[in-house]
């Protein structure tokens, strides 16, 4: 062959095979990659599937009374890229190059401008409504068409049934009905149920964009009970697919599954429990307060204050009110006390009790000289340190209603601090307790595994021993953990685990989960005998109910009420403040209730928190002073930071307990017609507040004032 020949049947060949290459690209471009821009174009009928979020399960309390439901909330929301294409196709540009000619960032004016965009056809219904121009902008350059932009969120049903009867004839406009929480009873046990967040639209799975056209997320829950049961309070996605015509209208549905319900979740919390605790917390400026059945571990009720209405959140909470809710660092109306952990005091002084019963020493006695020595460290006893006195020789019982502290700190010396240690986490202090809620601190517990990887090359010293067996020094303790280990005493020895979520039910009615009562450690089989346990119940039954006892303000005329209370010396916003505490339980024999009460910036616990758990007590037993508990939508608390001296009980108790309108107890004092009920004979009344102490009154830490005191 000649090479001229050659060369030309070459040359062919590769004209060829260039040809037959441009071909297939192009073929590869129209059929498979812009294949779904022309299917558009061809007159005919498309479907497109939409994302529905599924039904949050509601929230109860034990009886039914519903917490935390769903309302209907009918919504108008745009496609912004369906919009934008179907105003396109009315101007004749139908080529893909003629779509992407016009700049994206014209969305705004696409739907507002000419007298056939779609908010000038909203105008002539009369349900157009101002809007975000920027946001919408912002919307559909970040998220085209598969997000749903929002525009309407407060339709009423007419409203509603008005736009679903002409939608037709507004391609890219979408009206539905999406569930929206509310809770109807306000911020009652606002800490407890949690708040919700809106889905954001960053929170997109990868891939959503090949299974769905459009894009619906579900709300999370952020706090509470809404957080820690969000896997079961949230129900299963839905899917809808419509059918559309050549000029996107939507002329049918071929496909829905219908979004599912969540879990029903019942709390063990009681509503009308928690009403009263609420109300009576909030004659306090800031403060927690935790009831439970001594008999399971159940908590009846838990408060915090001051309070936040988790209908803020809802659908999303504005920046100026979040901005408010976050600016004070004192009042903190989003932190749950309850589960914070602060120093306890000489309500320590119940579990030091109980590690030393469990070595075998509840038979002991000890003598107190006014204090004890730690080489150049003098604890002091409160009687010593304010007349220069002494108990002289107590036991377990008379030690706990007296509150001496060289008695406790002898103790648990005596016993060793490893022993105290082991005896304290038995009944729950320094650790979780587990409840149900995110967040919860451990506490500090010296000594502890926790506390020596915190503080390196630290040991438990016997002044470091002394102070946490009164609950100063680093010794830090929830009010949960607090009620715990009360309701141990009470009933005699059982540690229940603390829970407040009883069931939750699926929307066919399996049941999920289904708690029990749980006995963490029964400390009658572990090594304290029954009479021994009883000398501890007996000295909290002295402290309200005998002369000389420092928790008599919480005492009955009907019901035996056990007691023991405590005052914290810390420091609040620079400033020497105290913990006023009281823990609790009621009846003596056959007890059903264990109660805790911490006050912030309270003079002193018999003082501040035994009249509120007075009222607690007086709420509980309602029944019996022949008044009726209540339950009322609750309005936010905002508390206060002043310093409470005393805390009055009114006369009218049933109006106390049931007040949506409480005083500011800075100014209680000047209320008229004020009663305290008061033990004269307690010396908790004679105790002023000592400049350097770790602890106020009812058996507070003393120590001499030249010695500097450290701060918990």
């Avoid at 369906?82 to 016009?102: F, G, S, W, Y």
């Avoid at 002409?166 to 929480?181: A, C, D, F, I, K």
């Avoid at 049961?229 to 949230?234: E, F, I």
């Avoid at 303000?553 to 810390?570: D, F, H, P, W, Y």
Wanted: with cysteine.
């Amino acid at each position: 062959m000649e090479p001229g020949f050659r060369f030309r049947l070459y040359l062919l060949t590769a004209l060829v095979l260039v040809g037959f290459g441009a071909l297939l690209s192009r073929l590869h471009e129209f059929q498979i990659i812009k294949r779904g821009e022309f299917l558009e174009m061809v007159p005919g009928n498309r479907e497109e599937t939409i994302r529905e979020p599924g039904i949050r399960g509601s929230i109860t309390d034990r009886h039914g009374v519903v917490l935390a439901k769903n309302i209907r909330r009918y919504e108008v929301s745009f496609n912004l890229e369906e919009i934008r294409k179907n105003h396109l196709v009315r101007r004749k540009m139908m080529t893909p190059e003629q779509l992407k000619a016009v700049d994206p960032s014209d969305i705004v004016s696409i739907v507002k401008d000419g007298e056939d965009s779609t908010i000038e056809t909203l105008k002539e219904m009369d349900l157009a409504t101002n809007f975000n121009s920027r946001a919408m902008k912002s919307h559909y350059l970040t998220h085209g068409g598969l997000i749903p932009y929002t525009y309407r969120t407060d339709l009423t049903f007419e409203q509603f049934s008005k736009i679903a009867e002409h939608n037709t004839n507004l391609p890219g406009v979408y009206v539905g009905v999406r569930p929206e929480r509310t809770y109807p009873y306000g911020s009652l046990a606002s800490h407890i149920l949690g708040y919700l967040k809106q889905w954001e639209k960053g929170d997109i799975p990868d891939g959503v964009g090949k299974i769905y056209d459009h894009y619906v997320g579900d709300d999370k829950g952020i706090a509470g009970i809404e957080a820690t049961m969000d896997h079961l309070l949230l129900g299963l996605e839905g899917r809808k697919t419509i059918v559309k015509d050549e000029k996107g209208r939507t002329i049918g549905m071929s496909d829905y599954i219908k979004p599912g319900m969540g879990a029903k979740v019942q709390l063990t919390l009681d509503a009308r429990k928690q009403y009263l605790l609420e109300n009576v917390l909030r004659r306090a400026g800031r403060a927690a307060g935790v009831i439970m059945d001594v008999n399971s571990g159940e908590v009846l009720a838990m408060a915090s204050v001051p309070d936040y209405n988790p209908n803020a959140f809802i659908p999303s909470i504005s920046p100026e009110r979040w901005q408010a809710y976050r600016s004070s660092r004192q009042l903190s109306p989003l932190t749950n006390r309850a589960i914070s952990e602060f120093a306890p005091g000489s309500t320590m002084k119940v579990p030091t009790a109980i590690a030393g019963a469990l070595q075998g020493m509840a038979r002991r006695s000890f003598s107190c000289d006014g204090y004890v020595a730690y080489g150049d460290h003098k604890v002091g006893c409160w009687v010593w340190n304010m007349r220069g006195g002494s108990h002289g020789t107590l036991s377990l019982s008379e030690s706990l209603k007296r509150s001496c502290n060289p008695y406790f700190n002898k103790l648990s010396n005596t016993m060793g601090g490893g022993a105290m240690i082991t005896g304290c986490q038995t009944v729950g202090i320094g650790k979780q307790t587990g409840i149900e809620l995110p967040g919860e601190s451990a506490g500090i517990l010296p000594g502890s595994r926790a506390w020596r990887a915190s503080n390196p090359g630290s040991s438990m010293t016997p002044v470091l021993t002394a102070f946490t067996s009164i609950g100063q020094g680093d010794t830090m303790a929830t009010p949960l953990q607090m009620c715990a280990m009360t309701a141990t005493v009470a009933n005699g020895g059982k540690y229940y685990q603390p829970h407040l979520v009883r069931r939750a039910v699926a929307e066919d009615g399996t049941v999920v989960l289904n708690h029990q009562k749980k006995v963490v450690h029964d400390l009658v089989k572990e090594g304290i005998s029954a009479e021994d346990f009883e000398l501890i119940r007996q000295g909290m039954w002295k402290a309200a109910n005998e002369i000389g006892g420092t928790a008599s303000r919480t005492r009955l005329e009907n019901i035996e009420v056990a007691s023991k209370t405590g005052t914290a010396q810390t420091i609040d916003n620079g400033q020497k403040s105290n913990n006023a505490w009281v823990i609790s339980f009621a009846p003596y024999e056959n007890p059903k209730y264990a109660v805790c009460v911490m006050v912030q910036n309270g003079a002193s616990g018999g003082g501040v928190a035994g009249p509120l758990v007075h009222l607690i007590y007086r709420g509980l037993f309602a029944k019996e002073e022949g008044l009726k508990l209540s339950l009322k939508r609750q309005t936010e608390y905002l508390g206060h930071t002043d310093r409470i001296e005393k805390m009055p009980l009114p006369e009218d108790v049933s109006f106390a307990i049931n007040a949506t309108d409480i005083v500011d107890v800075g100014q209680a004092s000047a209320v008229s017609g004020a009663a305290v009920v008061v033990n004269d004979d307690s010396e908790d009344d004679l105790v002023p507040i000592p400049t350097l102490t770790t602890q106020a009154d009812d058996g507070g830490t003393v120590v001499p004032r030249a010695i500097p005191v450290p701060e918990p």
